[in-house]
């Protein structure tokens, strides 16, 4: 497959205002108020150090051989700041969003019911792509798609998902569903029988066989590596106890990773509590179903003795708090699961409270509902790991690495030059600023895997060149 629509830009010089680390600090030494130097070379991070002095701000996008000249001054110096990109923990790819699909807010049972029928349906090429370029703009570098298919031909769909992520050139876990005691919406009994052994074994080929497809699609190009396919059982209420070890089994075997939902509402808590009065985490952790190669999503209504236990095993939690909100499953447990679970991460789930894919302004909800449930203040920095180096396991062979000399470049350049008065202030640390006031509007440049994949339109209130002709109105048809 040709990648025709992704940026071919894989090189760059720039003068930075500042850095922040993987989990939101300075990499080296505190050095917010002097420059940096950065330098991308043909995708890999060459250069990544303070400079002694200088003016911060850009020295040029994709020629390295110098600064732009700039005679008349116009550009007004920016401050750019290095940031990690946003890793969205848990999505299923919406397209522009489910008001877009006239999908209304509703309890998440209730809700499940209209997700099928959607005003403005869509395929997964659309539900992927545009999700995608949405959380691109917003600093979003890396995202999980949980497939809903919207069809009998799940593998075309996770095939179209998983293509359309590379295309749009953002990295990707690729859950491909797993649905075989869903019948009741409520959940399944105990012993459900499920789809039984064949079945599931023939699910398993086919995720392999897909997988190594779209591996060999992108081998040797800059999307190798791109997207991590995984198997993703939706909820251990609708998926049999037979098929859930099976699938635990398959992923102890060969490290494919599993991506589930769990204990996103009340009606699931008490399905939970009625099924298994002994309790359904011990019962999954009894299935092999809770390691580090697992993620879970939501855990909205988990306990504290539960959250311990998935911290105990190494699972991956990604918490959804504008979902939550709007799905009327109750409110994220940022704090608890801050305290408790070192991989709890954030996720988007295709419902950011205001329909547009904004991971600042989820890692803001986060950050708000963690200070409201402590009655503390949370340091920016711990915020913004949520949101970057917490959910990195979820991405599997996908992940992005941090950005450091000799690392492809996976980093968000962000333009915080409306707070430059504030670098070094000692009560404002650079994470602390991003945290507050970021947006994707402040996303200068996106880069995943070496390729810059979106880049801020020049201001339009830039002065242009004396020389240049003033620009017609446009004509604006009657
Ligand atoms: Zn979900």
Request: net charge negative.
């Amino acid at each position: 497959m040709t990648v025709h629509t992704m940026s071919t830009t894989r090189t760059g010089r720039w003068r930075l205002a500042g850095v922040l680390g993987d989990a939101g600090q300075p990499p080296a030494r505190v050095d917010a108020g002097g420059a940096w130097e950065l330098v991308v070379d043909d995708g890999v991070i060459t250069t990544l150090r303070p400079t002694p002095a200088g003016q911060a701000g850009q020295v040029d996008r994709d020629d390295p051989a110098g600064p732009r000249d700039d005679p008349a001054g116009l550009a007004p110096p920016t401050a750019l700041v290095l940031c990690p990109p946003l890793l969205n923990g848990h999505d299923h790819g919406r397209g522009p969003g489910t008001v877009d699909a006239g999908i209304p807010d509703a309890p998440l049972e209730e809700w499940l019911d209209t997700l099928g029928r959607p005003v403005r349906p869509r395929g997964q090429d659309e539900l992927v792509g545009l999700a995608a370029d949405a959380m691109l703009r917003a600093g979003v570098g890396a995202a999980v798609f949980c497939v809903n298919p919207t069809g009998p031909d799940v593998v075309g769909e996770v095939r179209t998902a998983a293509r359309a992520a590379v295309a749009r050139g953002i990295r990707a876990a690729v859950a491909f569903p797993v649905l075989d005691a869903g019948g009741d919406r409520r959940g399944r009994r105990r012993g459900a029988p499920g789809a039984g052994r064949a079945a599931v074994d023939a699910l398993i080929a086919d995720v392999e066989r897909l997988a190594g497809e779209l591996a060999d699609e992108v081998a040797g190009s800059p999307a190798a590596g791109l997207v991590d396919i995984q198997l993703g059982p939706v909820g251990p209420q609708w998926v049999a106890e037979a098929t859930l070890a099976r699938l635990a089994e398959h992923s102890a075997a060969t490290g494919r990773r599993l991506h589930l939902h769990l204990l996103e509402s009340p009606g699931q808590r008490a399905w939970a509590d009625d099924v298994y009065p002994d309790g359904l985490l011990p019962a999954m952790d009894r299935l092999g179903l809770l390691t580090e190669r697992t993620t879970v999503a939501h855990g909205t209504q988990l306990r504290d003795d539960e959250l311990a236990l998935l911290d105990e095993r190494g699972v991956t939690l990604a918490l959804n708090a504008s979902s939550n909100l709007r799905l009327a499953a109750g409110v994220a447990p940022i704090a608890r699961a801050a305290a408790r679970v070192r991989a709890a991460c954030l996720g988007l789930d295709g419902l950011a409270l205001s329909d547009d894919h904004d991971g600042w302004a989820e890692l803001r909800l986060a950050r708000g509902l963690w200070q409201a449930q402590t009655h503390r203040r949370v340091p920016g920095a711990a915020a913004l790991a949520l949101a970057t180096s917490a959910g990195r396991a979820a991405f599997g062979a996908a992940a992005p690495r941090p950005p450091a000399e000799g690392q492809l470049a996976d980093l968000v350049l962000l333009d915080l030059s409306p707070w430059r008065h504030l670098f070094g202030h000692p009560d404002w640390p650079l994470a602390d600023i991003a945290v507050a006031a970021a947006g994707p509007a402040h996303v200068a440049e996106v880069w995943v895997a070496g390729t810059r994949v979106h880049h801020r339109p020049e201001p339009s209130s830039r002065p242009e060149p004396s020389s240049a002709p003033a620009p017609r109105p446009r004509e604006v048809p009657a």
